[in-house]
C-alpha cells in the first residue's frame, strides 16, 4: 500500500492546513476550488462589462483619503481607454504611499457605475509592469482558513499536482462505460479550468470533471460500506435460534396483537439471531410504532438461548420508562431484570453490576451508564440500543466491546429517507415498521400566536376537568442550561397560580433520578394533571392518558423534535391535540418549519422535509453519523451517480477486489476506521 507523502510546508502553515484536513499531497489534490475567477483576460476600463468580477489594469493619476461621508482611499486610475476610481472603506496607511500616482496596478473586482463614473469598492490589486503576463488559467478560489492566503494555497496545490499521484484508480472500460474522463485530467482541469472553460458548469458542479470526482468519492463510499458489510458478516457470533418459549409466553401474555408490519420487523430480527454471525440492523419505526415489543422479543431470543440482553436509552427517563414496562413483561416469565444509571445509590448499583456480572440479571436496561468499564456482563448476547442517533459513535462502539461479538440491534425513531439511508446506512441491515398500533387518534396540530396564550389556558383548563392530562413543554434554550432550568421552574410557577385547581408537576434534566422518576409516576398514575417539562420527554416517554401538549416557543425547536414531542400524545382513545405556541415575527425557515409539522402527520414525510431545508450534514450530525460525510458530492443533487456508483461497487468488490482496494486507498486513507464502528 502507497502512502502518500506529507505535504512540504513549515509548521505553522501546516497547522492551518491542518485545520482544513489537508495533511498529505494527496490531500491537497482533492481540495477542490469552491468557485474560480476569471483573471485570463485584461479589459480595458472604458469596456470593462460591469455587474461581474473583471481584470482591468492601469496607471494610477492620483490617491488620497476623504473624510466624507466617512473615512474612505480614494484612488484614480487610467488606461488610455478611460478612467476609473477605487474606493477603499478599510486601508492601511501604507496603501497610500503603494498606490501614489506613476505606479501601475492590475485591479480584480466588479465593475460599477458610480456617481464619478466606472468604480471598484474594495478590488483585489496588485503592483505590476506594463507587459506582465495574465494568468493562463481561470484562478481557483479554495475552501481556506483564517491566516492562510489563497495565493499561499495555490502554490502548495501547484506543487501537488506535479508532486502528486494521479495515477488512475480505475480501469478505462469502467469510465468509459459511464463516460467520465480521467481521473489526472479532472484534477488537473478543476485546479486550473482553461481560460474558454464553462463557468456555468464548474459553478454547479455538472461539468465532467466534477462528475468524475463526485462519482469516486460516491463510489469509495459505497465500497467501504459494503466492504464493512462484507467483514461483519464473516465474523463470528454465537447462533441463537428461536426456541419459541420466552418469545411465545411474551406473545401470549400481551393485551395486544402484533401489527403486521411489527410481525415482519420480529422475523427479520430472530432470522439474524439465528445466524452465527453478529447482526448490525438498524430498527426504524415512527414514534408509537411499538419498537419496544419488537426489542422485547429479540431480547428474549437471546436469553432462551443462555444469553444476556441489554438495552440502552439515552436519557434517564427512557431508560427507566423501558425498565417498567420490561419488567412488566419480563418478570412475570421468571426473568430477571435489572436497573443501571448514573444517580443510583450505590448499593443498588453493586447488586446490579452484581447480577449482571454473575450472569442471574437477564436483561440489563439503562443509559450509558452500561458502558462504563465497571460493567462487565457473564455473556451478553444482544445489545439493544433505543434512539441510536442520540449516541455517539464511541459509545456504541462500547457496548459492543462488552461481549464478545454480541448481536447489535439499533432502533431509531427518526426515519432515514431513502436517498440518505442508501447512502449512509448502506452497513446496516434496515427493518422498518411502517404502521402505527390500530385505535390510534390522530393528533390535531394548531399554531397559535403567543397573543393568544388566555385562550390556550382556557383550553387546558376546560381538558383537565374533563380529566384528562397535558404536557406543557417549556421553551429550548440552547445556549444555556441553566437559563432552560430557569424557564422551566418558572413556567412551573406561573402555570401553578393560574391552575390552583390543577396539581401541576415539573420535570427537566436536572432533577435527580429519585424526584425524576416521581415525577413521572405521579403522572402516569393521574396524580398529576398537568405537566411542565423540558425536552427530556422528547423520546420514548408513554402516559396513555395524556391527550394535549403545549409547546411554547415552537418555533425554536427542530422539525423531528416537534414531531417527537407531538408523538408523546394521541397514544390513548381519547381524541389529541398538540398546539403549538409561537412567538412573531418568525424567522423564514421557522415558518417553513412550522407549516411542514402542521401539515405532515408522517414522519417519514417530515425528515423528507427536514433533509430539504437542512441539508445531510446536519440532518444527521457529522459526528453523530460517525459516517466519513461526503464532502464533493451531494446526494440530493447526485442522486443518479449514487445509483450508479452501488451498482458499480458491487461489481468492482465481486470481480475486481484490486482495483476496489486501490480506489478505497485514494479515497479514505484516513477516514476508514470510522467505518469499523
Ligand atoms: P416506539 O416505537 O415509539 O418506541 P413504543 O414501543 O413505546 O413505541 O409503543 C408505543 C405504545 O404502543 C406502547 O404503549 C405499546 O405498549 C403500544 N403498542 C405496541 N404495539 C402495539 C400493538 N400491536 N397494538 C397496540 N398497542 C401497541
Ligand atoms: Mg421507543
Known amino acids: 500500500m502507497t502512502v502518500s507523502p506529507p505535504i512540504k510546508a513549515t509548521a505553522a502553515v501546516q497547522g492551518k492546513l491542518d485545520k482544513l484536513g489537508l495533511h498529505t499531497v494527496a490531500d491537497l489534490l482533492l481540495h477542490l476550488p469552491l468557485r474560480y475567477q476569471d483573471e485570463t483576460r485584461l479589459y480595458p476600463i472604458a469596456h470593462a462589462p460591469q455587474g461581474q468580477a473583471v481584470l482591468v489594469e492601469g496607471e494610477v493619476i492620483d490617491t488620497n483619503v476623504q473624510y466624507r461621508p466617512r473615512r474612505t482611499l480614494v484612488c484614480r486610475v487610467e488606461d488610455g481607454s478611460g478612467e476609473m476610481t477605487l474606493r477603499f ?10 498606490l501614489s500616482a506613476g505606479k501601475r496596478v492590475r485591479l480584480f473586482g466588479e465593475m460599477r457605475y458610480g456617481f464619478l463614473g466606472m468604480e471598484m469598492v474594495h478590488p483585489q490589486y ?17 475552501p481556506t482558513t483564517a491566516g492562510l492566503s489563497q495565493a499561499a494555497l495555490r502554490k502548495l496545490v501547484l506543487a501537488a499536482l506535479s508532486a502528486g499521484d494521479l495515477a488512475d484508480t480505475l480501469p478505462d472500460d469502467v469510465t468509459q462505460a459511464l463516460n467520465l ?21 464548474l459553478a454547479e458542479r455538472t461539468h465532467p470533471a466534477w462528475q468524475r470526482l463526485k462519482f469516486d468519492e460516491l463510489l469509495a463510499q459505497q465500497l467501504s460500506m459494503s466492504l464493512h458489510y462484507r467483514r461483519r458478516r464473516a465474523q463470528s457470533a454465537a447462533a441463537m435460534p428461536s426456541q419459541h418459549k420466552l418469545t411465545k409466553a411474551l406473545l401470549e ?48 431470543q437471546a436469553i432462551e438461548n443462555g444469553f444476556q440482553a441489554a438495552i440502552m436509552a439515552p436519557t434517564e427517563i427512557l431508560a427507566e420508562q423501558h425498565f417498567l414496562k420490561l419488567s412488566g413483561w419480563l418478570a412475570p416469565l421468571g426473568l430477571r431484570v435489572v436497573w443501571l444509571a448514573a444517580g443510583l445509590p450505590k448499593k443498588d448499583k453493586l447488586a446490579a453490576l452484581e447480577a449482571i456480572a454473575a450472569g442471574t440479571a437477564h436483561l440489563a436496561v439503562g443509559t450509558h451508564a452500561l458502558f462504563q468499564d465497571q460493567v462487565e456482563f457473564h455473556n451478553l448476547g444482544l445489545a439493544i440500543i433505543d434512539e441510536q442517533h442520540r449516541f455517539g459513535v464511541h459509545q456504541r462502539l462500547a457496548l459492543r466491546k462488552k461481549g464478545a461479538q454480541p448481536h447489535q440491534l439499533m432502533m431509531s425513531a427518526t426515519p432515514i429517507p431513502r436517498t440518505l439511508s442508501m447512502s449512509y446506512y448502506a452497513d446496516l441491515d434496515v427493518s422498518v415498521i411502517d404502521e402505527l398500533p390500530p385505535g390510534r387518534t390522530p393528533i390535531v396540530t394548531k399554531l397559535v400566536g403567543d397573543s393568544r396564550r388566555d385562550e390556550v389556558v382556557a383550553r387546558v383548563r376546560e381538558a383537565c376537568l374533563k380529566g384528562r392530562q397535558i404536557y406543557w413543554v417549556c ?21 401553578s397560580a393560574i391552575f390552583p385547581e390543577l396539581k401541576v408537576g415539573l420535570v427537566h434534566g436536572r432533577l435527580n433520578a429519585r424526584d425524576k422518576a416521581a415525577a413521572m409516576e405521579a403522572f402516569k398514575s393521574g ?15 408513554d402516559v396513555p392518558n395524556a391527550s394535549l401538549m403545549v409547546i411554547e416557543h415552537a418555533e425554536r425547536f427542530g422539525l423531528s423534535q416537534l414531531h417527537q414531542l407531538r408523538g408523546r400524545v394521541g397514544r390513548g382513545t381519547a381524541s389529541s391535540a398538540c398546539i403549538l405556541l409561537y412567538q412573531t415575527p418568525l424567522s423564514e425557515t421557522a415558518r417553513a418549519r412550522l407549516k411542514i409539522i402542521y401539515e405532515n402527520s408522517d ?6 422535509h427536514d433533509l430539504l431545508l437542512r441539508g445531510p450534514g446536519e440532518f444527521l450530525g457529522a459526528r453523530q453519523s460517525g459516517v466519513p460525510m461526503l464532502k464533493i458530492a451531494d446526494i440530493e443533487q447526485d442522486m443518479n451517480l449514487l445509483e450508479t456508483a452501488r451498482q458499480v ?15 478505497l486507498q485514494r479515497w479514505l486513507a484516513g477516514a476508514e476506521q470510522f467505518l469499523k464502528v
Open 253 to 300: 401474555s400481551l393485551p395486544f396483537p402484533l401489527t403486521r408490519a411489527q410481525q415482519r420487523a420480529g422475523r427479520e430480527l430472530a432470522g439474524d439471531l439465528a445466524c452465527p454471525h453478529p447482526m448490525q440492523r438498524l430498527l426504524q419505526g415512527d414514534v408509537g410504532s411499538g419498537k419496544t415489543v419488537v426489542a422485547a422479543l429479540a431480547a428474549l
Open 181 to 201: 474522463p480521467g481521473f489526472a485530467e479532472s484534477i488537473a482541469y478543476l485546479h486550473q479550468p482553461p481560460p474558454d472553460a464553462p463557468l456555468e458548469l
Open 527 to 541: 396524580a398529576t394533571h398537568l405537566l411542565v417539562a423540558t425536552t427530556v420527554i422528547e423520546v420514548g416517554v
Open 89 to 98: 472603506l478599510n486601508f492601511y496607511p501604507s496603501q497610500i504611499k503603494q
Open 649 to 663: 461497487a458491487a461489481k468492482l468488490i465481486a470481480e475486481r477486489p484490486d482495483v476496489a482496494e486501490r480506489h
Open 126 to 142: 496588485r503592483m505590476v509592469h506594463e507587459g506582465d503576463a495574465v494568468a493562463e488559467a481561470l484562478t481557483p478560489i479554495y
Open 475 to 495: 421553551p429550548l434554550i440552547e445556549e444555556s442550561e441553566t437559563l432552560q432550568l430557569k424557564t422551566a421552574t418558572e413556567t412551573f410557577e406561573a402555570l
Open 603 to 608: 414522519g417519514f414525510e417530515i425528515a423528507r
